[in-house]
């Protein structure tokens, strides 16, 4: 499991949940390559749909990549006007996000978000963003800079800032512990430590084969290490992304607020986190030094009594990029049985719940619940790229 705030904000009961694994079957009904909340949120949505021959595996575990190296954040509106494609599925997720929150514990807050606006040229187009936000049906307002410590007292900056009151924050690993809980009770088998080496039939894993009549590869960043023996090699590359997190406090930060270059959030448990680079250096692992300098002098110029506070863990994760900046979500082309969710970039968390519930209907053969046509991996050439 990763060093992150999320994980060292476990109870130990959760923690052991994401530490167990099942063993390898023999065959199951449908497989699914990956337990990141990709993967977790389509086990889920195949067993409410009636279906329990499910198995997911994984190389490291529940949430031990992207999905539990994030922020966590559920920002439906403030990125409303940069979804237009994905809007029906973002709709989607948002909607089943309240239903999430409602059922399992996963520290789900609806705080808002704080998009900050420095210039007064800026603010005057900031309008503009706020009409764009109400136009694609949330609640959005533009806060002056004379009341921007109204509703972040402690911002020690000269702002502006574009409310979204409605967007929010979840735990993404305690999301991941309730929805392994959950699935394990209905029969699902959860296998960490099981690498998927080939996508023939049956599948050839590091733990030997396993047989399946439908595939769900939901592997983020290593998606097309999978597929490209097959001749498809979607687009998506890695891109490393650093965070940090000071010790738990008092309420310091109201919002997620969007900063010039990262965006910092408080834990409902306390903690204060901050960060978001974009580090297009593949799969190098590291968080650099200057990277977490430059967040931290960020944080601290944005809120001062953070500035000499000591950083508690640092950490890094590979995001999914996908070069048309959309997920990519389908059948894989030529391949009935075998289908694809993944290249969600900064959106992995948010569209969740709702790439899993689409899966889950093309699996069961139905039509999907939000529109994706234009996430459809066929839009890519079958030949590798």
């Excluded at 687009?235 to 607020?257: F, K, N, Q, Y």
Aim: with cysteine; proline share 8%.
């Amino acid at each position: 499991m990763l060093d992150t705030v999320w994980s060292r904000t476990l109870s130990p009961a959760e923690r052991e949940i994401l530490n167990a694994s099942d063993s390898l079957p023999h065959r199951a009904e449908t497989v699914i390559i990956g337990a990141g909340l990709v993967g977790l949120a389509s086990a889920y949505a195949l067993v409410e749909s009636g279906l329990t021959d499910v198995c997911v595996v994984d190389r490291a575990g529940p949430a031990c990549e992207a999905s539990g190296a994030n922020a966590g954040g559920l920002w439906f509106a403030q990125q409303s006007p940069e979804l237009t494609p994905i809007s029906d599925l973002a709709e989607l997720s948002n909607r089943l996000y309240d239903e999430l929150g409602k059922r399992f514990a996963c520290d789900m807050t609806r705080r808002g978000v704080l998009d900050l606006v420095y210039s007064e040229k800026d603010e005057a187009e900031a309008q503009q963003r706020v009409d764009r936000i109400t136009a694609a049906g949330f609640r959005g307002e533009l806060v002056p800079r004379n009341r921007i410590r109204e509703v972040e007292p402690e911002l020690g900056v000269d702002a502006a800032g574009v409310l979204s009151p409605d967007d929010g924050q979840v735990h993404p690993v305690k999301l991941a512990a309730a929805l392994v809980r959950h699935l394990r009770e209905a029969g699902v088998r959860i296998c960490r430590g099981v690498d998927v080496q080939s996508l023939g039939k049956p599948l050839g894993t590091s733990a030997g084969p396993l047989h399946a009549d439908r595939v769900v590869i939901a592997a983020g960043a290593w998606t097309p290490l999978l597929t490209e023996a097959l001749g498809w090699t979607p687009p998506i590359l890695p891109v490393r992304g650093s965070l940090l997190a000071l010790p738990e406090a008092p309420r310091r930060i109201h919002h997620t607020v969007m900063a010039e270059r990262y965006y910092y959030w408080q834990l409902e448990c306390g903690p204060i986190a901050g960060g978001g680079s974009e580090e297009r250096v593949g799969f190098e692992p590291g968080s650099p030094s200057e990277v977490l300098q430059d967040i931290r002098a960020e944080m601290g110029a944005h809120f001062p009594a953070l500035a000499h506070q000591p950083t508690e863990v640092a950490w890094y994760g590979f995001r999914p990029y996908c070069a048309d900046h959309r997920p990519v979500i389908g059948a894989v082309p030529g391949n009935e049985d075998l289908f694809v969710a993944a290249g969600h970039f900064r959106k992995g968390v948010m569209l969740a719940p709702a790439s899993g519930q689409v899966i889950a209907d093309l699996v069961m053969g139905r039509a999907p619940r939000a529109d994706i046509s234009a996430l459809d991996p066929a839009r890519f050439s079958t030949s590798p790229v």
